[in-house]
């Protein structure tokens, strides 16, 4: 699911910084586990294969609109010890957004990528920015997909599948014509398809933003069971492929080939995810702009206890 040049063979023969090692075919993985490579590849890795990600969902309609956040994860991925630690950040937490003022964060990436510009590298650059100044927490990457682009990753790996804790009616659910229509999930198992999948992360209508960032989150942890399936690992380098027209990131190819290869072995208990709500009050501003506040005397030292 990332966007550099890299072919089959490139994806498994990394010749920059001295790497130079060839990524193991699928026989020979059954040999040597994918997580083995994955702590090789990353002990050439600033930081010695820990790394702090950002992850984004752009709401991307018509150039001249504005591109909000309106998902955004904070990810701190140990290579070494196969951990990787997810947070969530609420699209209306009112920040300060360095260079412009305060503002909500989902802001931020479209005030660096300007509408009818739309420079993907000045607005993610803003959003590291924004989230190092307010949280204290260095980044080393960041990673968006749009609704189109969700809807096609979920598609690449033939769907998901996720257990739903409980029914779900929206009468309410908005389109992408800015209308709206009903969608409703049954409580237990579902098979859910890009569609789908889009639809049950971003309904918030019932249960408000904790709901929707669980549901997410079940998708997530979905594709990573997928990704571990038998037979998917030996894909792994034509959905990477294929993967290239559904995200942008500014990852290396060093950093992209030890992600992927950690992806087939990491333990799904190993994938914590956080919320911050329970940190955070409403407030509505004077210019009646309803958000998130948060208390910056504690909140920063949250989320780094939590990545740590």
């Given amino acids: 699911m990332f966007n550099q040049r890299l072919n089959r063979r490139a994806m498994f023969t990394l010749g920059a910084k001295g790497l130079g090692a060839t990524m193991l075919a699928s026989a020979a993985v059954r040999q040597r586990s994918f997580a083995t490579l994955a702590k090789g590849l990353a002990a050439n890795l600033p930081g010695g294969g820990v790394m702090t990600i950002v992850v984004a969902g752009l709401d991307t309609r018509t150039p001249d609109e504005p591109e909000n956040t309106d998902v955004l994860k904070v990810a701190r991925i140990d290579l070494n010890a196969s951990t ?6 609420p699209r209306d937490l009112y920040v300060e957004i360095p260079d412009v003022g305060y503002d909500k964060i989902n802001r931020a990436y479209d005030y660096g990528s300007k509408p009818g510009v739309r420079d993907w590298n000045a607005g993610a650059a803003l959003v590291r920015r924004t989230i190092e100044v307010n949280f204290g927490v260095e980044t080393h990457g960041m990673i968006t997909t749009n609704f189109d682009g969700y809807q096609k990753i979920v598609n690449a790996f033939g769907g998901v599948d996720v257990q739903n804790p409980y029914d779900i009616y929206d009468g309410q659910y908005p389109t992408n014509d800015y209308g709206t229509k009903e969608i409703s999930f049954a409580a237990g198992p579902l098979h859910l398809n890009g569609e789908q ?7 918030r209508h019932q249960d408000g933003d904790d709901g929707r960032v669980m549901r997410q989150q079940l998708v997530l942890q979905g594709l990573l069971e997928k990704a571990q399936e038998s037979g998917i690992a030996t894909k792994l380098p034509s959905l990477v492929k294929a993967g290239r027209k559904m995200v942008q990131t500014d990852f290396s190819q060093e950093q992209e080939a030890a992600l992927v290869a950690a992806v087939p072995d990491l333990p799904t208990d190993n994938v914590v995810f956080a919320t911050m709500t329970q940190y955070l ?3 509505t501003l ?4 309803w958000v998130y506040q948060g208390n910056w005397n504690t909140l920063p030292g949250f989320v780094q206890s939590f990545l740590a």
């Fill in 84 to 89: 990787v630690r997810v947070i969530s950040i």
């Fill in 197 to 203: 999948a889009l639809e049950f992360s971003r309904t």
């Fill in 281 to 283: 009050w409403g407030d």
């Fill in 286 to 289: 004077d210019n009646g702009m």
